[in-house]
């Protein structure tokens, strides 16, 4: 029950201080009142406010972002350790220089939008933007839970628009052309990739010990991810996790010749069961920027092809040209690793000649065969 403490001024004067005890039972003051009435008023309210759960410490919002998201957010999160290097990467480059020193209940909703204002001004792309004001949320939302703050300032925040640029998918001859111009010795990594729709990490993390040279079959189970060093928890730059993206290893067939490749790649090596399959000369593991930009990049321009092809884009042509050719949707989602079949759906009708198939359809049902002419009696 809240009570008054009278105190004496050095004047003489009468002042009446509102007392109280928050969650912990520790004594707190709610002000210094003239009159007694109003003293009990205001000890009463913050009394209520504890009985139901709403009272906050305010003191609790002078903790610095900075300190927030080092000691309890980023601690918290049940996430993959590339995951977590990524997010100390975004709040390094994006919102300790921004939100750092300031403390978390002073941050307002204008100084969020004020962020995401200037990032899309700059050049930020939408779907950063959105990515980046994602996790900034979650900051918040933690810090609510925690009663840090007693609001999510990321909540009404206005983000820019983002315009889905229509997505084009790598035809055979298209993928024939870069193969033609990569040097020869990448040719057998990007043959697998093509073949199997693998992602990146998965391809680069393959070992003999993950074939069947038998069977002819291939079980995806290690994945390689690549961390800056400065946010790596290990100093490492590769990291190995020995389960892929999807959390469940998956085995899939290989066509003939490819296995004939890999077989023969394997043997003139002389690759143990444990060795990387695709490595540098060192052995070690592709590194995807360099890769990307001495070896990748090099050969999309030399191959003739007029767009903007990504190493990814082998994934995504692999889905579209198994749909193409008629393979159902749940058997292309269990080769390709997707946790869920909305996700395959989309490398439906991707490839260029498409909507041409469609039109033909179309015009097929609108406009049918004519009848043969019936033959004259005799």
């Known amino acids: 029950m809240a009570w008054v403490k009278v105190r004496i001024t050095g004047d003489g004067d009468k002042r009446f201080v509102a007392c109280y005890r928050d969650p912990e039972d520790r004594e707190r003051s709610a002000g210094t009142f003239s009159s007694r009435r109003a003293a009990e008023r205001a000890g009463n309210r913050e009394e209520a406010k504890v009985r139901d759960g709403s009272w906050h410490d305010h003191s609790r919002g002078e903790v610095t972002f900075a300190e927030y998201v080092q000691t309890v ?3 918290s999160k049940q996430v993959e350790t590339s995951t977590l290097a990524a997010y100390r990467s975004y709040l390094d480059k994006h919102f300790i220089p921004t939100f750092g020193r300031r403390p978390m209940g002073k941050i307002l909703p204008s100084e969020i939008q004020r962020w995401v204002t200037n990032a899309t001004e700059h050049g930020l792309s939408a779907a950063s933007v959105g990515k980046y004001h994602t996790m900034l949320g979650s900051v918040f939302e933690r810090a609510l839970v925690d009663r840090v703050v007693t609001f999510n300032p990321c909540a009404h925040t206005e983000l820019p628009k983002r315009v889905k640029k229509k997505a084009r998918t790598l035809t055979p001859e298209e993928y024939e052309a870069i193969l033609s111009a990569l040097p020869v010795q990448h040719r057998l990594m990007v043959e697998t990739a093509i073949n199997t ?5 998965e391809l680069i993390a ?22 800056s060093i400065k946010n790596s928890p290990t100093g490492q730059r590769m990291l190995t996790k020995p389960y892929p993206k999807d959390n469940e290893p998956r085995t899939m067939g290989l066509p003939a010749e490819l296995v004939a490749q890999l077989g023969a790649h394997i043997a003139e ?13 060192e052995g070690t593991p592709f590194s995807r920027n360099t890769f990307r930009t001495r070896v990748w ?12 092809v990504r190493f990814h884009d082998l994934r995504h042509a692999h889905a579209s040209w198994l749909l193409a050719g008629g393979s159902d949707l749940k058997s292309v989602m269990d ?8 996700t395959t759906q989309k490398y439906l009708h991707t490839l260029p000649d498409a909507d041409t198939k469609n039109l033909t359809a179309l015009n097929k049902t609108r406009s049918p065969a004519p009848s043969p002419a019936p033959e004259p009696p005799d």
Do not use: Y
Request: aromatic share 6%; glycine share 10%.
């Open 73 to 75: 957010w980023l601690p």
């Open 197 to 201: 729709g693998m992602r990146w990490g």
């Open 335 to 342: 080769r390709m690793g997707h946790a869920q079949i909305t």
């Open 206 to 227: 393959l070992k003999p010990r993950h074939l069947d040279l038998t069977t002819g079959r291939l079980t995806v189970e290690e994945t390689i991810v690549e961390v």
């Open 269 to 281: 090596r002389r690759l143990k069961p444990g060795d990387l399959l695709f490595a540098t000369r």
């Open 297 to 308: 990049r090099p050969a999309v321009a030399a191959s003739g092809v007029d767009f903007d």
